[in-house]
């Protein structure tokens, strides 16, 4: 089991920059890779970033140039560098990670979200 503690998260004003972090504690000698999530009132949980084991990222069109992700597995945590921000950016922000299953799947595990509000 991983459990995943989000922090950062607040209201700041459209082209301004905000930076979460996610611990992670509990079986993370086993995680693979680590991201961010965010789920708009009214729609979907999406992906925003993922970083794998050996550093590999992948970005979400809409933030690609402005969201930096990064991770420091001796602390475990993956933080989520959020620059030049817009409304459609307000969400709740959940951190993800996931491990290999026994069956040969990965088993997934989320945060309790971070509200992120950005004011126009």
């Known amino acids: 089991q991983v459990q995943l503690v989000e922090s950062g998260g607040g209201l700041v004003q459209a082209g301004g920059s905000l930076r979460l972090s996610c611990a992670a504690s509990?079986?993370?000698?086993?995680?693979?890779?680590m991201g961010w999530y965010r789920q708009a009132p009214g729609k979907q949980r999406e992906l925003v970033a993922t970083?794998?084991?050996?550093?590999?990222?992948n970005y979400a069109d809409s933030v690609k140039g402005r969201f930096t992700i990064s991770r420091d597995d001796a602390k475990n945590t993956v933080d989520l560098q959020m620059n030049s921000l817009k409304p459609e950016d307000t969400a709740v922000y959940y951190c993800?990670?996931?491990?290999?299953?026994?069956?040969?799947?990965?088993?997934?595990?989320w945060g309790q979200g971070t509200q992120v509000t950005v004011s126009s």
């Open positions: 509990g079986s993370i000698f086993s995680i693979n890779a």
């Open positions: 970083i794998a084991t050996g550093g590999s990222t």
């Open positions: 993800y990670a996931d491990e290999p299953s026994a069956g040969g799947s990965l088993d997934d595990y």
